[in-house]
Protein backbone atom coordinates (compact mmCIF):
# COMPACT_ATOMS: atom_id res chain seq x y z
CA UNK A 1 0.00 0.00 0.00
CA UNK A 2 0.74 3.29 -0.99
CA UNK A 3 1.88 5.13 2.17
CA UNK A 4 4.05 8.18 3.57
CA UNK A 5 4.92 8.50 7.01
CA UNK A 6 6.15 11.72 9.23
CA UNK A 7 8.37 12.06 12.49
CA UNK A 8 8.14 13.43 14.73
CA UNK A 9 4.21 14.13 15.04
CA UNK A 10 5.00 17.42 16.69
CA UNK A 11 8.09 19.99 17.89
CA UNK A 12 8.76 22.30 20.04
CA UNK A 13 12.10 24.09 19.24
CA UNK A 14 13.79 27.53 20.25
CA UNK A 15 14.05 30.51 17.81
CA UNK A 16 17.17 30.68 16.34
CA UNK A 17 17.38 27.09 16.56
CA UNK A 18 17.51 24.46 13.66
CA UNK A 19 15.43 21.30 13.21
CA UNK A 20 15.02 18.35 10.95
CA UNK A 21 11.85 16.77 9.91
CA UNK A 22 11.57 12.91 8.28
CA UNK A 23 9.65 11.55 5.88
CA UNK A 24 9.66 8.15 4.70
CA UNK A 25 7.55 6.54 2.28
CA UNK A 26 6.68 3.61 0.94
CA UNK A 27 5.16 4.95 -2.41
CA UNK A 28 5.92 3.17 -5.99
CA UNK A 29 6.71 3.62 -8.91
CA UNK A 30 8.14 6.89 -7.09
CA UNK A 31 7.61 10.36 -9.35
CA UNK A 32 8.26 12.99 -7.06
CA UNK A 33 8.72 13.82 -3.75
CA UNK A 34 7.31 17.36 -2.18
CA UNK A 35 7.15 19.21 1.16
CA UNK A 36 4.66 22.03 1.76
CA UNK A 37 4.36 24.52 4.67
CA UNK A 38 0.85 24.86 5.62
CA UNK A 39 0.13 27.80 8.11
CA UNK A 40 -3.31 27.35 10.65
CA UNK A 41 -6.13 28.07 9.08
CA UNK A 42 -4.53 28.34 5.60
CA UNK A 43 -3.95 25.95 2.44
CA UNK A 44 -0.56 24.44 2.48
CA UNK A 45 1.81 26.49 0.18
CA UNK A 46 4.70 24.34 -1.54
CA UNK A 47 8.79 24.48 -0.51
CA UNK A 48 10.46 22.06 -2.55
CA UNK A 49 9.64 19.57 -5.18
CA UNK A 50 12.33 17.36 -5.75
CA UNK A 51 12.58 14.17 -8.69
CA UNK A 52 14.03 11.37 -8.35
CA UNK A 53 17.58 11.91 -9.49
CA UNK A 54 17.70 15.06 -7.06
CA UNK A 55 19.56 14.56 -3.83
CA UNK A 56 18.97 18.29 -2.56
CA UNK A 57 16.90 21.32 -2.74
CA UNK A 58 16.68 24.66 -0.85
CA UNK A 59 14.38 27.27 -0.98
CA UNK A 60 15.96 30.15 1.56
CA UNK A 61 16.18 28.50 4.96
CA UNK A 62 14.61 25.35 4.19
CA UNK A 63 16.66 21.97 2.42
CA UNK A 64 14.83 19.60 1.69
CA UNK A 65 17.39 15.80 1.00
CA UNK A 66 15.95 12.93 -0.71
CA UNK A 67 17.86 9.24 -0.43
CA UNK A 68 15.47 7.32 -3.30
CA UNK A 69 17.06 3.80 -2.40
CA UNK A 70 15.91 4.18 1.41
CA UNK A 71 12.64 6.00 0.41
CA UNK A 72 13.38 8.80 2.92
CA UNK A 73 13.47 12.65 2.87
CA UNK A 74 14.23 15.24 5.31
CA UNK A 75 13.07 18.95 5.86
CA UNK A 76 16.08 20.50 7.10
CA UNK A 77 15.21 24.78 9.04
CA UNK A 78 17.92 26.93 9.63
CA UNK A 79 17.83 29.20 12.20
CA UNK A 80 14.52 29.05 12.69
CA UNK A 81 11.88 32.22 13.24
CA UNK A 82 8.46 32.53 14.96
CA UNK A 83 6.53 32.70 11.57
CA UNK A 84 8.08 29.14 10.63
CA UNK A 85 5.48 27.85 13.63
CA UNK A 86 3.10 25.71 11.06
CA UNK A 87 2.38 22.38 9.90
CA UNK A 88 4.81 20.75 7.14
CA UNK A 89 3.65 18.01 4.96
CA UNK A 90 5.51 15.80 2.80
CA UNK A 91 3.50 15.02 -0.46
CA UNK A 92 4.89 11.37 -2.85
CA UNK A 93 3.72 11.72 -6.17
CA UNK A 94 3.78 8.22 -8.17
CA UNK A 95 3.77 7.26 -11.65
CA UNK A 96 0.34 6.36 -12.17
CA UNK A 97 -3.17 7.66 -13.66
CA UNK A 98 -3.70 11.14 -12.91
CA UNK A 99 -5.00 12.48 -9.36
CA UNK A 100 -1.68 10.66 -7.72
CA UNK A 101 -0.12 12.47 -4.70
CA UNK A 102 -0.01 11.03 -1.58
CA UNK A 103 0.03 12.95 1.60
CA UNK A 104 1.40 12.29 4.65
CA UNK A 105 -0.29 13.59 8.01
CA UNK A 106 2.39 16.72 8.98
CA UNK A 107 4.48 17.43 11.42
CA UNK A 108 3.39 20.26 13.56
CA UNK A 109 5.96 22.74 14.51
CA UNK A 110 5.97 25.25 17.41
CA UNK A 111 8.71 28.15 17.49
CA UNK A 112 9.16 29.88 20.95
CA UNK A 113 10.89 33.00 21.37
CA UNK B 1 -3.56 37.44 -9.71
CA UNK B 2 -5.53 36.55 -7.22
CA UNK B 3 -4.36 32.46 -7.45
CA UNK B 4 -6.62 30.21 -6.31
CA UNK B 5 -10.32 31.53 -4.35
CA UNK B 6 -13.02 29.65 -2.51
CA UNK B 7 -16.14 30.28 -1.28
CA UNK B 8 -17.84 30.46 1.09
CA UNK B 9 -14.81 30.66 4.11
CA UNK B 10 -17.28 28.86 6.75
CA UNK B 11 -20.14 27.20 6.19
CA UNK B 12 -22.93 25.63 8.68
CA UNK B 13 -25.32 22.29 6.92
CA UNK B 14 -28.04 20.34 8.28
CA UNK B 15 -27.99 16.59 7.44
CA UNK B 16 -29.70 16.09 3.78
CA UNK B 17 -29.32 19.77 2.63
CA UNK B 18 -27.39 20.35 -0.59
CA UNK B 19 -24.96 23.03 -1.09
CA UNK B 20 -21.94 24.13 -4.11
CA UNK B 21 -18.35 25.08 -2.44
CA UNK B 22 -16.88 27.30 -5.61
CA UNK B 23 -13.10 26.94 -6.58
CA UNK B 24 -11.88 29.70 -9.35
CA UNK B 25 -8.52 30.15 -10.28
CA UNK B 26 -6.75 32.95 -12.59
CA UNK B 27 -3.86 31.39 -13.52
CA UNK B 28 -4.80 29.58 -16.96
CA UNK B 29 -4.51 26.15 -15.14
CA UNK B 30 -5.32 23.12 -16.66
CA UNK B 31 -5.28 20.62 -13.77
CA UNK B 32 -7.74 21.18 -10.91
CA UNK B 33 -8.59 19.37 -8.13
CA UNK B 34 -10.48 19.68 -4.03
CA UNK B 35 -9.02 17.72 -1.13
CA UNK B 36 -10.45 17.44 2.59
CA UNK B 37 -8.65 17.83 5.55
CA UNK B 38 -9.67 15.80 8.57
CA UNK B 39 -7.56 15.76 12.40
CA UNK B 40 -5.31 13.49 12.05
CA UNK B 41 -5.08 12.42 8.75
CA UNK B 42 -3.54 13.86 5.62
CA UNK B 43 -5.18 15.55 2.63
CA UNK B 44 -7.45 13.02 0.65
CA UNK B 45 -8.63 13.62 -3.07
CA UNK B 46 -11.90 14.30 -4.06
CA UNK B 47 -12.28 14.89 -7.13
CA UNK B 48 -9.76 16.12 -10.16
CA UNK B 49 -10.00 17.45 -13.85
CA UNK B 50 -7.15 17.41 -16.04
CA UNK B 51 -8.94 20.13 -18.64
CA UNK B 52 -12.38 22.23 -18.87
CA UNK B 53 -15.27 19.01 -19.65
CA UNK B 54 -12.96 16.18 -17.99
CA UNK B 55 -13.15 14.89 -14.31
CA UNK B 56 -12.78 12.04 -12.50
CA UNK B 57 -13.01 10.26 -9.13
CA UNK B 58 -10.45 10.05 -6.28
CA UNK B 59 -10.15 8.87 -3.25
CA UNK B 60 -13.08 10.02 -1.28
CA UNK B 61 -15.55 10.79 -4.53
CA UNK B 62 -18.75 9.44 -2.43
CA UNK B 63 -21.18 11.98 -1.92
CA UNK B 64 -19.69 14.68 -4.09
CA UNK B 65 -19.92 15.55 -7.89
CA UNK B 66 -17.91 17.94 -10.02
CA UNK B 67 -18.47 19.99 -13.34
CA UNK B 68 -15.64 21.85 -15.22
CA UNK B 69 -17.34 23.81 -18.09
CA UNK B 70 -14.43 26.24 -18.10
CA UNK B 71 -10.74 26.35 -17.16
CA UNK B 72 -11.45 29.07 -14.67
CA UNK B 73 -13.97 27.13 -12.47
CA UNK B 74 -13.88 23.85 -10.96
CA UNK B 75 -17.31 23.57 -8.23
CA UNK B 76 -17.74 20.75 -5.95
CA UNK B 77 -21.20 19.97 -4.71
CA UNK B 78 -22.92 18.51 -2.13
CA UNK B 79 -25.83 16.21 -2.81
CA UNK B 80 -27.05 15.71 0.42
CA UNK B 81 -24.95 16.33 2.97
CA UNK B 82 -23.31 14.29 6.09
CA UNK B 83 -22.17 15.06 9.71
CA UNK B 84 -18.87 12.52 7.77
CA UNK B 85 -18.44 15.52 5.28
CA UNK B 86 -17.64 17.71 8.23
CA UNK B 87 -14.14 18.95 7.14
CA UNK B 88 -11.91 21.41 6.12
CA UNK B 89 -12.38 21.33 1.94
CA UNK B 90 -9.20 22.47 0.17
CA UNK B 91 -9.24 23.44 -3.83
CA UNK B 92 -6.51 22.78 -5.85
CA UNK B 93 -4.57 23.85 -9.73
CA UNK B 94 -1.32 23.22 -11.34
CA UNK B 95 -0.23 24.08 -14.90
CA UNK B 96 0.18 20.45 -15.63
CA UNK B 97 -0.93 17.23 -14.19
CA UNK B 98 0.98 17.48 -10.97
CA UNK B 99 3.63 15.49 -11.94
CA UNK B 100 6.88 17.86 -10.73
CA UNK B 101 3.93 20.97 -11.24
CA UNK B 102 4.04 23.24 -8.30
CA UNK B 103 0.60 22.63 -6.79
CA UNK B 104 -1.68 26.10 -6.00
CA UNK B 105 -4.23 25.49 -2.89
CA UNK B 106 -6.69 27.90 -2.25
CA UNK B 107 -7.34 28.81 1.63
CA UNK B 108 -9.88 27.01 2.22
CA UNK B 109 -13.89 26.39 3.49
CA UNK B 110 -14.70 24.90 6.44
CA UNK B 111 -18.14 23.00 6.59
CA UNK B 112 -19.64 21.93 9.44
CA UNK B 113 -22.75 19.32 8.83
CA UNK B 114 -25.44 19.08 12.32
Known amino acids: KNQVEQSPQSLIILEGKNCTLQ??????????LRWYKQDTGRGPVSLTI?????NTKSNGRYTATLDADTKQSSLHITASQLSDSASYIC????????????FGKGTKLSVKP | NAGVTQTPKFQVLKTGQSMTLQCAQD?????MSWYRQDPGMGLRLIHY???????DQGEVPNGYNVSRSTTEDFPLRLLSAAPSQTSVYFC?????????????FGPGTRLLVL
Open chain 2, 92 to 104: ASSRGGGRGETQY
Open chain 1, 23 to 32: CNYTVSPFSN
Open chain 1, 50 to 54: MTFSE
Open chain 1, 91 to 102: VVSWRGSQGNLI
Open chain 2, 27 to 31: MNHEY
Open chain 2, 49 to 55: SVGAGIT
